[in-house]
């Protein structure tokens, strides 16, 4: 059997063929940045925590207590939408940064700018949880600022010991204030 293909026919297959490797070109892996990493789940149960409170806005007002405690400043607040956003600024100097700049300075001839600054960054959210009470996530991120004015590092703390401290004060200051202390 042999397959003859009119002009009109062929324009009919191009079209098709068209369509499918458009088709095809939808059906690709999702971007890197929308994927999630292996220790996401890890990372969620380190930033979350379920709270016994029928009032969400005395749930927000014990965590802004604890940040500003904490050293942070408010930045935003919007207690209808269960967001807080805060930060502190902090020098960013060490030890080990300057030696290691001065040393790839002195070896590859170029001046290499040293952290100057960083911003800490907290921001909370919390929802209804289906268990009853309020779900608070807090999440730490750090922004570094280099000699020059730029950006050296920008990253999300997962440091445990830190929300480990945030929680266990904010836990602390929520049963205060179910006691009305």
Same mark, same amino acid.
């Given at each position: 059997?042999?397959?003859?293909?009119?002009?009109? !026919? &062929?324009?009919?297959?191009?079209?098709?063929?068209?369509?499918?490797?458009?088709?095809?070109?939808?059906?690709?892996?999702?971007? $890197?940045?929308?994927?999630? &990493?292996?220790? /996401?789940?890890?990372?969620?149960?380190?930033?979350?925590? =379920?709270?016994?409170?029928?009032?969400?806005?005395?749930?927000?007002?014990?965590?802004?207590? $604890?940040?500003?405690?904490? !050293?942070?400043?408010?930045?935003?607040?919007?207690?209808?939408?269960?967001?807080?956003?805060?930060?502190?600024? =902090?020098?960013? =100097?060490?030890?080990?940064? $300057?030696?290691?700049?001065?040393?790839?300075?002195?070896?590859?001839?170029?001046?290499?700018?040293?952290?100057?600054?960083?911003?800490?960054?907290? &921001?909370?959210?919390?929802?209804?949880?289906?268990?009853?009470?309020?779900?608070?996530?807090?999440?730490?991120? =750090?922004?570094?600022?280099?000699? /020059?004015?730029?950006?050296?590092?920008?990253?999300?703390?997962?440091?445990?010991?830190?929300?480990?401290?945030?929680?266990?004060?904010?836990?602390?200051?929520?049963?205060?204030?179910?006691?009305?202390?």
């Amino acid at each position: 059997m042999t397959l003859h293909i009119t002009h009109q !026919g &062929s324009n009919k297959f191009l079209c098709i063929a068209a369509m499918i490797a458009i088709i095809s070109g939808c059906v690709t892996k999702p971007f $890197v940045g929308l994927q999630l &990493s292996d220790t /996401h789940l890890k990372e969620r149960e380190l930033q979350m925590k =379920r709270y016994e409170m029928k009032d969400e806005a005395a749930l927000l007002a014990a965590a802004s207590a $604890v940040l500003q405690d904490m !050293g942070y400043n408010l930045d935003e607040s919007e207690t209808k939408l269960g967001v807080i956003s805060s930060s502190k600024e =902090r020098d960013a =100097r060490t030890a080990d940064d $300057v030696i290691a700049k001065v040393f790839l300075s002195a070896l590859t001839g170029v001046a290499q700018p040293v952290n100057v600054s960083q911003t800490i960054k907290v &921001s909370l959210v919390t929802s209804k949880s289906s268990k009853g009470g309020y779900i608070l996530r807090a999440t730490f991120q =750090r922004i570094v600022m280099n000699a /020059h004015n730029q950006i050296s590092i920008a990253e999300t703390l997962l440091d445990e010991e830190l929300y480990t401290e945030f929680f266990s004060k904010l836990s602390k200051a929520v049963f205060l204030e179910a006691q009305d202390i």
